[in-house]
């Protein structure tokens, strides 16, 4: 298992500060979306409680295969997330005292509710053992599959056979206690996680026309992003562009609806400007000049851009949206939503493993860091390499050619210094 295919989540999250006492499996699964931003499909979840009156602290989830024949390696992956679990929460300063773990899963084509909840019944079981084999026992896992939920701890679902049979309903959207107390807070409805995943994915009919427009990109910027000189010029026109664009999503109003927001914000872009930007961005100079749009005035319309921008990677240029989507991930930290910059993390990880700005952020998030400290040091490396640059140029060294570091965007194994 490899770091992308996980994600640590801090103390923190959106409902922090909700005074809400929950009684019941019921609630708990109705509380999991909220507790997380996102309702998470496909995955196992690990929650922390802490003290007597069971508070709720770090979250660990990991996506849930749907081949049965991978669920011979959980013995394995159960042990791994248990101990993520509690080595994070003994670095923030507390033991669990218990867990409560969730598996989220819908049914596949021609299989029935109930039948996911046995079908992840070994899962549950080896998540039980891991837990208990460091002395934090689960004192509760949840299946939730089809709109409804079972206990794998209290097979008799208190007392109704019929209920332990088909499992009881998830309450409606906006109707539990926590829905109705986040709503008080105006924390909006959390999406699905294959929601957040599709808005940052190649989608849509245009495919071709987007990796046409990447062909010719790489032919005519490629060479020039080799050579020291013209590679200076092709950062500038990359910042410019992605000034401009950056301007006409400010003046495009926000909509909330993100069905009509996503085509919109795409028409926004021309092919071969975004193929610039694109191919542009995988320059960590480049990269360094944008980041900084991540101020209340511009996140709105760069967390959009970035957005629009990974989803114009498709076919041979897939990895070029990790760059892309570290900014979409840095943009929704820096503005709060942590939900959106875990997924968006995550994603770029998928992408490119290696992604070394995507791999500090999601480390930054994972341990709870405020994002000024990231800022301050981004800043701080930005300026040495400026430094550096400039005695460069003035060494014996300075010709013209390709310079230390600089590698091809059209080599997906070392991508420009990322």
Known sequence: MTQSNEMYHGESSPVEGLKVVLSGPGELADALPFLMGYHPTDSVVLLALHGEEGRFGGRVRIALPRAPEVFREWPDVARHLA???????????????????????DPREGEHPPEVKERLRPVAQQLRVACGALDVPVVEALCLSGGRWWSYCR???????????????????????????????GIPMPSS??????RLRP???????????????CARLVPRMLDRAAGALVTERTVELARAALDAFAAA????????????????LADDEAAEMILGLQDREARDRVVEWADPQRAGAAVRLWRALARRCPGPYTEHAAALLALTGWVAWCSGDE??????????????????????????????????VVRRALRGTRRRRVVEAA????????????????????????????
């Not at 014996?396 to 230390?404: I, K, L, M, V």
Request: proline share 9%; glycine share 10%; hydrophobic share 40%.
């Open 83 to 105: 101990g993520c679990l509690v080595d994070g929460s003994l670095r923030r300063g507390g033991r669990p005292a218990a867990i409560v773990a969730f598996l989220c899963q």
């Open 155 to 185: 097979p008799e679902q208190e007392g109704d056979p019929a209920v332990a049979d088909e499992g009881a309903p998830l309450a409606p959207p906006g109707t539990s206690a926590l829905a109705a107390a986040a709503a008080y807070a």
């Open 193 to 198: 996680l294959r929601d957040l995943e599709a």
């Open 203 to 217: 989608a849509g009919s245009r495919a071709a026309a987007h990796e046409a427009a990447l062909d010719l990109a």
């Open 253 to 268: 109003p926000p909509i909330s609806d993100a069905a009509l927001s996503d085509p919109r914000d795409d028409a926004l």
């Open 339 to 372: 939900a959106e910059a875990r997924v968006a993390l995550h994603t770029a990880l998928e992408l490119e493993p290696h992604c070394s700005f995507a791999l500090l952020l999601q480390h930054a998030v994972s341990q709870g860091l405020d994002p000024e």
């Open 391 to 418: 005695t460069a140029r003035r060494g014996p060294s300075g010709a013209a050619g390709r310079g230390p570091g600089r590698r091809s965007p059209g080599d997906r194994r070392a991508r420009i210094r990322r």
